[in-house]
DNA sequence: CCTAAGTAAGTATCTATTTACTTATAGGCT
DNA sequence: AGCCTATAAGTAAATAGATACTTACTTAGG
């Protein structure tokens, strides 16, 4: 294990490579700056993952995954889950990003590891409403713990003295409603 | 008024800008398709709006003006508004991917013609409570309304049998419950 | 006939991808 | 153990195609 990693030099690319993409999107990342800011090399790029699309799909993977295993479904306790992903949002902005990008310029890319997410319709079956479905609520309360961050910037400059304390409150207090 | 007609021209230029910066977002967009599609040339963008940023973000402040006048702010019946900002959305489809896109791509860009929103803060103050503050509840709102688009293309897949109609008593029916 | 709308054909730069090359390292052979 | 070599890791430089933006020109119409 001297210079030569390739496991480690995998890891630093893809690394950098969610860095970018959630920076400046897929068609706006930069090849380049990725292998700059992965001390690696262009090459190395694409023998580790083909094109640009293919390690844009396996950061977004890698991405999913991690949040996944970070912010585990709980569906006994929807309000404390909304709290814990808004928390993992403000943690780790790049994931939101990279999902809403890949929402709007590939959006085929990576249904995959979703699965663990979609498990938890089921669990959440129980609590649904006949006026709100399971993967109805799934579906607004993943939307209310990213509201802060897909809402009109202009519309934040608003609230003056807001924290991501009250924020966060508000976001758990919306879903406690909507289940009561 | 023959072929002529600088304002015409101008129109579609616009029309045809916010197609594709909704399809392909800032730095996807192509000004040859944009000067292609507007029936027009590429000379007359540059001569029109300066540069590709200037374009995009006179498209930009187009489709939210075109939203504030579609969808006028009612702050005495949020219920009803979010119902009517979910229909806009399915409606014209382009207007939130252009802004989810300025969003990541021109953060700063065209926050000016949020004021129409803005105005109604005010009046929901009196609608919020401790545990959700005014524009926080705008934010949710608006979250809401647009939670079908952001959310994960594989989680809505999930629902067999979904339709608008329901998704839209949905997003009502959550955002009345927050105001219980 | 003069101004402004419109057109066509560049140009300089950028960017994804490839080709041709160098160096480290693991493992077989003596 | 110590050499030798096949293979995988790493590098540098070129290429081919896009793409934002310009220059030089043409034509309509008041």
Redo the contacts between chains.
């Keep these: 294990m001297g210079q030569r990693d390739a496991e480690a030099t995998r890891a630093r690319i893809l690394s950098a490579a969610l860095t970018e993409f959630a920076a400046?999107?897929?068609?706006?990342g930069r090849i380049d700056r990725i292998a700059r800011d992965a001390a690696s090399n262009v090459r190395m790029i694409y023998a580790y993952f083909g094109n640009k699309s293919g390690l844009f799909d396996a950061a977004l993977s890698d991405a999913i995954v991690r949040m996944a295993e970070e912010v585990p479904p709980e569906p006994s306790d929807l309000p404390a889950w909304v709290g814990e992903l808004f928390d993992f949002h403000e943690r780790r902005p790049e994931v939101l990003?990279i999902?809403?990008?890949a929402?709007?310029?590939r959006?085929?890319a990576a249904?995959?590891p979703?699965?663990t997410?979609?498990a938890k319709?089921e669990s959440v079956q129980q609590q649904a409403s006949p006026?709100?479905?399971a993967?109805?609520?799934?579906?607004?309360i993943?939307?209310?713990a990213?509201?802060?961050h897909?809402?009109?910037?202009?519309?934040?400059?608003?609230?003056t003295h807001?924290s991501s304390t009250?924020?966060r409150?508000?976001?758990v207090?919306?879903v406690t409603?909507?289940l009561?």
Excluded at 135 to 140: A, G, N, P, T
Excluded at 150 to 159: I, T
């Design positions: 400046h999107g897929y068609s706006g990003r999902c809403l990008w929402q709007l310029e959006p085929d249904s995959e979703l699965g997410y979609l319709v006026a709100i479905g993967v109805d609520l799934l579906v607004i993943y939307a209310v990213q509201a802060w897909v809402a009109p910037v202009g519309l934040l400059a608003a609230d807001a009250t924020r409150a508000a976001a207090e919306a409603r909507i009561a």
